[in-house]
């Protein structure tokens, strides 16, 4: 505990009397300062025990010794130390009464009391506070770092929780929270999740304050991580401000978090290596060997089940529309990549924290493999993983819904193509299905795509491409112009005749047309493009050509 002036009126070599102020004691004494000013304030910081003799003052006006004494509380000076048998006998009654009426301590300083004997016991007893906290600080840091070593960070988090007394809670790379002390505090640490995310989003280190959500304690947050993203996030819950001896606790608590996080950011990294190697052996069909390598990493994985994700960036997505059309093969995943999530403000990097920070929370294993401008993720069917995939597909969709209202560009968005259920020996189709998925997705401009979907709906939709549209107008075009001169309906004729399956007599019911007049139409036809209508080709490509652009509907 720091000197209050309680604590000097019972130091038995100052003698100190207390002539007012009796029951303001207990209120922790700063510095103790000299000051013969008629107005010290200007030079005062708040917290000081002010020693005067009197000597420019009129200690006995009782005006002046009210507004005296008023500026000197409401500067923050704590007390008042007067020195008599130097300029006055006694304390005049005039500040007495003021000191009195103002609720202010006032002490009397004997004249074998040297005010140099006072600033010494308040130096010495603020040297003698700080050595304890600093001496409670070390023990902290070593029962904090035997339990980080022993017994991981719940146990850290417990013995942070008892050295402030209060709550401790640890937040992952995805603002969730993993673990709390005491338990009871859990809620309380997920209510904040909002400040939390907000920390994140500002480069490490960084910290602050809040106030808890019903005002029932103090909370202090502080960003664990050495790169310019924050990997995780610690809470202090405390009634009050820390002292010296907790602020050490905090402080010890985050390096050592800091250096399980870094250490298991090496972790990762090598198991993202593994993972990566895993990937290319089920995409090759050597399931039995990826079982092999990483049996125990992923075994539960590789027997189940499981989705696969394709995620790319929105402006990756917009280069590879280019290549739409052309056969693709299924890349190797890179065999050692940054960790995507090291990238703030990356997408993919986004998308990584989501699923593992998903699959951490329900135990689930899931592999995640970065690939260039791609991410490759196996993730369990039917678990949290491929849930929060999709959940954060639709904030993503409700987001762009609403920039494009608002008229803000997409960048930096989402394309998704999640697989349908798959084992480990159909790996080879399931990436496939996912590539295909994808290139559904950014065709409609939506963030997700699931390869049911692309298999249970139409053709129609994906044929809006410009490239399809080009080919369509091109390829229509001649009929377009003939009917334009008036001499005729060929494309509206085409369209009839190709929806009855080349039926004349309902065609032409259609068309309202005889069924001569419809044939020497579909002559024509063939005529100006210079193809026959019976080849079963020639027909699907018309089709959906019409399909492709509307015309004649």
């Known amino acids: 505990m720091p000197p209050t002036l309680a604590s000097l009126v019972h130091h038995s070599a100052l003698k100190l009397t207390v002539r007012a102020g009796g029951g303001r004691l207990d209120v922790p004494v700063r510095w103790a300062h000299v000051s013969e000013l008629a107005d010290p304030v200007p030079y005062m910081e708040g ?28 500067a923050g000076v704590v007390g008042l130390g007067f020195a008599v048998g130097v300029n006055y006998d006694d304390i005049p009654d005039a500040l007495v009464d003021a000191a009195e009426q103002e609720g202010f301590p006032l002490l009397e300083v004997p004249r074998r009391t040297p005010f140099l004997a006072i600033s010494k016991a308040v130096s010495a007893a603020i040297a003698a506070d700080q050595y304890r906290a600093v001496t409670a600080g070390f023990a902290a840091q070593r029962e904090l770092t035997k339990q980080a070593l022993n017994d991981g960070p719940e146990k850290l988090l417990a013995a942070l929780a008892g050295q402030v007394d209060g709550w401790a809670a640890l937040y992952d790379a995805s603002g969730a929270v993993v673990a709390t002390a005491p338990e009871w505090a859990g809620r309380r640490a997920a209510r904040i999740t909002a400040d939390v995310e907000r920390l994140r989003e500002r480069p490490a280190p960084a910290s602050s304050v809040v106030g808890g959500p019903d005002g029932e304690d103090r909370i202090e947050l502080h960003s664990l991580g050495t790169g310019r993203r924050p990997r995780a996030a610690l809470a202090v819950g405390t009634a009050a401000a820390l002292g010296t ?21 090496s972790l990762h990294a090598a198991e993202q290596r593994i993972g990566a190697a895993v990937l290319r052996m089920l995409l090759a069909g050597e399931s039995d060997h990826a079982r092999a390598v990483a049996g125990g990493l992923y075994g539960e994985l590789l027997d189940a ?12 997505s917009a280069a590879r529309a280019h290549a739409d059309g052309h056969a693709r093969v299924a890349p190797k995943p890179a065999v050692a990549s940054v960790a995507v999530a090291d990238a703030h403000g ?16 329900s135990g689930e294993s899931v592999l995640v493999v970065p690939d260039g401008e791609r991410l490759v993720v196996l993730a369990a069917d039917g678990g949290a993983a491929v849930a929060a995939c999709q959940a954060h597909a639709e904030a993503l969709d409700a987001a762009r819904a609403a920039g494009r209202e608002q008229g803000a560009a997409d960048e930096g968005e989402l394309v998704v193509g999640l697989s349908a259920p798959a084992g480990p020996i159909a790996a080879g189709a399931a990436y496939k299905q996912a590539e295909q998925a994808l290139s559904v997705a950014r065709r409609r401009g939506r963030a997700l795509v699931e390869h049911e979907e692309v298999a249970a709906g139409s053709v129609v939709p994906l044929l809006a491409d410009d490239a399809v549209r080009a080919f369509a107008d091109g390829l229509l075009r001649a009929l377009r112009e003939h009917d334009a001169t008036g001499r005729g309906d060929l494309v509206a004729s085409l369209r009839a005749w190709l929806s009855r399956h080349g039926q004349w007599d309902a065609a032409a019911a259609d068309l309202g047309v005889h069924r001569h007049t419809l044939r020497y139409r579909m002559r024509r036809v063939e005529e100006i493009l210079g193809r ?19 015309v004649g509907e």
């Open 305 to 316: 089940p499981f989705r696969l994700i394709l995620a790319e960036s929105a402006s990756a």
């Open 245 to 265: 001896a907790e602020r050490y606790a905090v402080h010890s608590a985050i390096a050592l978090l800091t250096l399980t996080t870094e250490r298991s950011t």
């Open 47 to 74: 917290g000081e025990l002010l020693l005067i003799t009197a000597l420019t003052l009129d200690a006995e006006d009782p005006d002046a010794m009210r507004r005296y004494v008023k500026r000197l509380a409401a």
């Open 532 to 550: 026959s209508l019976d080849d079963p080709d020639v027909r699907m490509e018309l089709w959906l050509a019409l399909k492709a652009t509307g």
């Open 346 to 361: 990356d997408p993919l990097g986004g998308l990584a924290e989501v699923v593992e920070s998903a699959a951490a929370r």
